[in-house]
């Protein structure tokens, strides 16, 4: 395109949008940009001729450059992500109590000690652990199922226009942009034995219940109390990412499914799914390690200290650290949960990445 | 946790270096809310600085983050000179060795030990050793009870023994009422009760040398006693079970029920309502027939210390403060306005602390209080045990059998979580 015209400079901007004027015809799956980027490369190293110091000054500058550019990104993950999980790690290998929190240097080395007394499941510390860790993974996986299957739902329910559909969406999409203490506070009083909205209706205006008012904070109730809050914190997050990734389905593939006969749940598992699928990749690892480490919800509901039945490992860790004092078994707890996270993490990427290759 | 203690401590990197003439003071949330507490302390802070030209910079810190934050001074060495801390916190606070201890010649410079209440000063440390702290307000817990309803139900004089709590309690539940209030979720509300009754059992949380007794009969027994006004006696609504903010507080203010245990609670009431004369106050009750080794204590000694950072660079303006804030002037002055009895015995004295609520308290401090065990896990005590209560009262209250063998077997898996 600029080979005819070496006197003048053309910018960036205007090459493309002199290509973009140029009625290009080719078939759709043809990559736009290949061709481009291969056509305008040797345009540009000629244009001026300079002395061989420039040359390799340039050259320098190209070569430390990107290093340049990722430089203060690098510098910053270092320093919020990477140092405090060494240090938290070195934390976990250390008794690191109120007698040694002054100076660390003081806390006597004890290796495995944190992991081996708070892993053991036959101690009471393991049994514990294991406890919260069981009723966490449960708990994470009834909410990201539920919150996905919401999602998804609403995104199908809300993907063909129609009156009222912007208010629909904004309405659905509230819990997410309200501040999670007072949603949560909110919830707490919702949840009240005597003068809860729950039991209120439950009980009073329904007549659901025979005898006594149940309670939602206390009890086996309390698992389910905090999984509602839950997922009614995370579906308009699911909602919002699948109906983005909606967006990018064509309408050209619906209608094809239509002419084809494909009825609407036909539809929905052979065009929506599978369009959708980049998007549940990550929409899934997300929810699933956010609910695993959400600690607001369950602090504010119960207020700190989590019934039996709903203590889940966030709100243990915290209560075998900061309120104990005891900073090494906390870290410990934390690094343990930290490996299996990434442990989860990796086979998942692996399954999944996997799959989509030999599809 | 790691990010969070260490953006803690740097977050305490950002206080003003301290000076001759300026002090950095973290006060403890007393009254109703932050600002009635900035504004109380306003004044206070004003006739210091005209005393000594001493510039007092507060800040009141609300009870979910004081530890926290004393947590992260003491890790940075940075922050604030002076500050007040919880004190049950006393002994934990000590083995961090961040604070000023109170030998007897930091004494000396504050005006002498014995100005202080025994029983305030027993709380400020581990026993044997020099205190780390002095007591700046004290609390006792009382049997607050609304005359009203006792007159109602024909009851003369308010219970001296638990025995006469009980049938008390079954005369003035009814429909519309609860015999007793009890905060059942609130973990610390529940460890102060058990440390209350173990010792009426003659049971003990801790030995001599600081390692944990839990599952003893004593203390099962104890235990059983306090979840069983719920659960066998019925006094108590069920729903006290998940009670944690001070609903029980609000329920009594609210004739919703006839008694409550609580310290101190007079500014509360007023605050919602209730006049000082509708409630009577008596001593917390004992049994009626004490069980061997059963000890005449029916209130943990319950307040505030005052603290010094030994960071601090004004260690000399630190300590004219602490003197000035435990002065009887003061003292009067500050605890008049948060309901509380001076932790000096210049100001007892003193019109102000001669009502029926603050005679009453200031009698239990005197002679039937003890302070909470002074060992460093005791915090651990109270979150462990306190949760142990918390899970009892929900069995009780969703109407399953409290038994001691369940009580022992709970109260040994949490002494095993301990660590020595």
Redesign the interface.
């Known amino acids: 395109m600029t080979a005819g015209h070496p006197q003048r400079r053309v910018t960036p901007m205007q090459s493309a949008r002199g290509s973009a004027t140029v009625p290009v015809r080719r078939p759709m799956h043809a990559a736009p940009d290949v061709r481009q980027h291969r056509g305008s490369a040797p345009n540009a190293a000629p244009r001026r001729a300079s002395t061989p110091a420039q040359r390799r000054r340039r050259r320098l500058r190209s070569k430390y450059l990107p290093y340049m550019l990722v430089l203060p990104a690098a510098f910053l993950e270092i320093a919020i992500h990477v140092v405090p999980m060494l240090v938290g790690v070195w934390m976990s290998l250390l008794e690191l109590t109120q007698f040694h929190i002054q100076d660390w240097s003081t806390a006597p080395f004890v290796g495995f000690g944190n992991y081996s007394a708070t892993l053991d499941v036959n101690s009471e510390t393991g049994k514990a652990l294991l406890h919260s860790f069981g009723i966490t993974v449960l708990y994470t996986t009834l909410s990201v199922a539920i919150s996905w299957l919401f999602g998804l739902s609403a995104a199908v329910f809300l993907q063909r226009p129609f009156r009222g559909r912007a208010l629909l969406r904004t309405l659905f999409l509230t819990p997410y942009a309200l501040p999670v203490y007072a949603a949560v506070i909110t919830w707490g009083f919702l949840f009240q034995r005597d003068t809860g909205l729950v039991n209120h209706v439950l009980v009073d205006q329904l007549g659901l219940v025979d005898g006594e008012r149940p309670f939602w904070l206390i009890g086996e109730n309390s698992f389910w109390a905090l999984l509602v809050v839950s997922v009614w914190r995370t579906w308009p997050f699911a909602l919002l990412c699948i109906t983005a990734g909606l967006q990018n389905v064509p309408t050209e593939m619906y209608e094809a499914a239509a002419i084809d006969g494909a009825g609407f749940w036909r539809r929905i598992t052979s065009v929506t799914l599978p369009s959708l699928r980049p998007i549940n990749q990550v929409l899934l690892l997300v929810l699933f390690l956010w609910t695993f480490n959400d600690f607001n919800t369950p602090y504010v509901l119960f207020g700190g200290s989590a019934p039996p039945e709903a203590d889940l490992i966030s709100i243990h860790i915290y209560n075998s650290s900061f309120s104990t004092w005891d900073f090494g078994t906390g870290s410990a707890m934390s690094v343990a949960l930290l490996l299996f996270l990434l442990l989860v993490t990796a086979v998942y990427l692996l399954i999944t990445n996997r799959r989509r290759i030999h599809a | 946790?790691?990010?969070a203690?260490?953006t803690g401590s740097l977050a305490a990197c950002g206080n003003p270096v301290a000076d001759a003439k300026t002090l950095t003071y973290w006060a403890s949330n007393q009254g109703s809310s932050l600002e009635f507490d900035k504004q109380t302390l306003a004044p206070v802070l004003e006739r210091f600085e005209q005393q000594t030209g001493i510039h007092v910079k507060v800040e009141v810190v609300p009870w979910s983050d004081l530890?926290?934050r004393l947590?992260a001074a003491?890790?940075s060495?940075r922050g604030p000179d002076v500050v007040n801390i919880g004190n049950t916190w006393s002994a934990?606070?000590q083995?961090?060795?961040?604070l000023i201890s109170f030998d007897a010649a930091a004494f000396d410079r504050i005006g002498g030990r014995d100005r202080f209440v025994p029983a305030a000063l027993a709380s400020a440390g581990a026993p044997g050793k020099a205190p780390a702290a002095v007591p700046l307000y004290s609390l006792s817990y009382a049997l607050y009870y609304n005359k009203q309803m006792f007159a109602d139900a024909g009851i003369s004089k308010p219970p001296a023994t638990w025995e006469e709590l009980v049938e008390v309690g079954k005369r003035l539940t009814n429909g519309k009422q609860w015999g007793l209030a009890i905060e059942g979720?609130n973990?610390s509300e529940n460890a102060h009760h058990a440390f209350t009754f173990s010792q009426q059992y003659g049971g003990e949380w801790f030995d001599l040398s600081g390692k944990p007794t839990f599952d003893t009969d004593q203390n099962v027994k104890a235990i059983k006693r306090y979840i069983d006004l719920m659960a066998v006696d019925k006094i108590v609504?069920?729903?006290n079970?998940?009670y944690?903010?001070n609903e029980s507080l609000s329920d009594f203010a609210n004739r919703k029920a006839a008694m409550l245990l609580w310290q101190a609670a007079g500014s509360a009431f007023q605050a919602q309502g209730m006049r000082p004369e509708e409630y009577g106050i008596a001593h917390v009750p004992f049994p009626a027939n004490p069980p061997a080794g059963g000890r005449k204590v029916n209130s943990m000694v319950a307040g505030i210390n005052i603290a010094v950072f030994r960071h601090s660079r004004n260690l000399e303006g630190a300590m004219e403060f602490v003197k000035f804030m435990t002065s009887d002037d003061e003292q009067v002055a500050l605890n008049k306005v948060y309901g509380s009895l001076p932790s000096v015995k210049g100001a007892l004295t003193n019109p102000a602390f001669q009502a029926p609520e603050q005679k009453i308290l200031a009698e239990v401090l005197a002679s039937t209080a003890s302070p909470l065990p002074q060992v460093?896990?005791e915090?651990?005590f109270e979150?462990?045990v306190?949760?142990v209560m918390?899970?009892q009262?929900?069995?009780a209250?969703?109407?399953k059998p409290i038994t001691e063998a369940a009580i022992r077997a709970k109260l040994k898996?949490?002494e095993?979580?301990m660590?020595a």
Request: hydrophobic share 45%; net charge positive.
């Open positions: 946790m790691a990010a203690l260490l530890l926290n947590l003491a890790t060495g934990s606070l083995a961090t060795n961040a979720a973990l609504n069920p729903s079970a998940e944690a903010k460093t896990t915090s651990q979150t462990l306190g949760a918390k899970e009262f929900a069995n209250a969703n109407n898996a949490v095993q979580r660590k």
